[in-house]
Nanobody, 125 residues
Framework: QVQLVESGGGLVQAGGSLRLSCAAS????????MGWFRQAPGKEREFVAA????????YYADSVKGRFTISGDSAKNTVYLQMNSLKPEDTAVYYC??????????????????WGQGTQVTVSS
């Protein structure tokens, strides 16, 4: 059994910062990449950022590029999301996910094998 547990969410004013963390526990596994997605009320889950351990390449949604930074530790299957210059439209439940196999679709939720339970981020105007 594998569990991904997110933490670090909360309420912040527009322009502020938060740092989300996601740690894996349970059965040992090796992931090819890990990512962050978010889902706002009434909207579909959307890609935010991903990191591929081999080569350390990072990918971002256009809406967060330049404001968010993904990082992590592949040996621990731990991933972080530093969020700066937050906007009210960033309000959502943020989920981390792990992809076990090489895939070209880092921004597609369907390729990820494990998911966390989500952490709420609320940005007030």
């Amino acid at each position: 059994q594998v569990q991904l547990v997110e933490s670090g969410g909360g309420l912040v004013q527009a322009g502020g910062s938060l740092r989300l963390s996601c740690a894996a526990s349970g059965r040992t596994f090796s992931s090819y990449s890990m990512g962050w997605f978010r889902q706002a009320p009434g909207k579909e889950r959307e890609f935010v950022a991903a990191i591929r351990w081999s080569g350390g390449n990072t990918y971002y949604a256009d809406s967060v590029k330049g404001r968010f930074t993904i990082s992590g530790d592949s040996a621990k299957n731990t991933v972080y999301l530093q969020m700066n210059s937050l906007k009210p439209e960033d309000t959502a439940v943020y989920y981390c996910a792990a992809d076990l196999l090489p895939s070209g679709a880092y921004n597609y939720a369907g390729v990820y094998d494990y998911w966390g339970q989500g952490t709420q981020v609320t940005v007030s105007s």
